[in-house]
Antibody
Framework: QVLLQESGPGLVKPSETLSLTCTVS?????????WGWIRQPPGKGLEWIGS???????YYNPSLRSRITVSMDTSQNQFFLKLSSVTAADTAVYFC???????????WGQGTLVTVSS | DIQMTQSPSSLSASVGDRVTIACRAS??????LNWYQQKPGKAPNLLIH???RLQSGVPPRFSGSGSGTDFTLTISTLQPEDFATYHC?????????FGQGTKVEIK
């Protein structure tokens, strides 16, 4: 069974960088699929952030492109999200995901709430 | 970006009811439409992909239809465990985008 688990700080100060790690078990991220991030502000809908292929090729939401970096460490079976210059609008539950074709999510992490506040 | 609009935003229904949720895309997306179910405090769960295909393990009371711009998720006989929020997502354009969600509540 494929399991994904997010980890990282739950509180980030405005203007700083949000950093999250997704640890995958039950499947080697080097074997294929897209590995991505999706967020959900409290009480709101879902927003796709970006994803990475096992080749290292990345795909980003144009609305966030200037602030995001998605990377991976296949030796640790982990991938990462960095979101810079955060504001209160970036407060959300962040989910890591396995994506078929870079779009359809067949496995999700449980999600982690990140609050942006001083 | 392709805008996805769901209706209604919420509905109240009873166990045993037939429930229908609509999703409209701002442009034609073929059959590139997914449906997810999300329960409070949990991650979404894929129910249907490419508009009509049931994900493995999903009960057959869930079905999807539509193509182009108009899509429907139907729950034929609502069960207690089906009270949740349902999200549509287009997988045609980049970025993939979601509807705002439809909350199915107990009447």
């Amino acid at each position: 069974q494929v399991l994904l688990q997010e980890s990282g700080p739950g509180l980030v100060k405005p203007s700083e960088t949000l950093s999250l790690t997704c640890t995958v078990s039950g499947y080697s991220i080097n074997s294929g699929y897209f590995w991505g991030w999706i967020r959900q502000p409290p009480g709101k809908g879902l927003e796709w952030i970006g994803s990475i292929l096992n080749s290292g090729t990345t795909y980003y939401n144009p609305s966030l492109r200037s602030r995001i970096t998605v990377s991976m460490d296949t030796s640790q079976n982990q991938f990462f999200l960095k979101l810079s210059s955060v504001t209160a609008a970036d407060t959300a539950v962040y989910f890591c995901s396995r994506e078929v074709g870079g779009t359809t999510v067949d496995y999700w992490g449980q999600g982690t709430l990140v609050t942006v506040s001083s | 970006d392709i805008q996805m609009t769901q209706s209604p935003s919420s509905l109240s229904a009873s166990v045993g009811d037939r429930v229908t949720i609509a999703c409209r895309a701002s442009q034609s997306i073929g059959n590139n439409l997914n449906w997810y179910q999300q329960k409070p405090g949990k991650a979404p769960n894929l129910l249907i992909h490419v508009a009509t295909r049931l994900q493995s393990g999903v009960p057959p009371r869930f079905s999807g239809s539509g193509s182009g711009t108009d899509f429907t998720l139907t729950i034929s006989t609502l069960q207690p465990e089906d009270f949740a929020t349902y999200h549509c997502q287009q997988s045609f354009g980049t970025p993939p985008t979601f509807g705002q969600g439809t909350k199915v509540e107990i009447k």
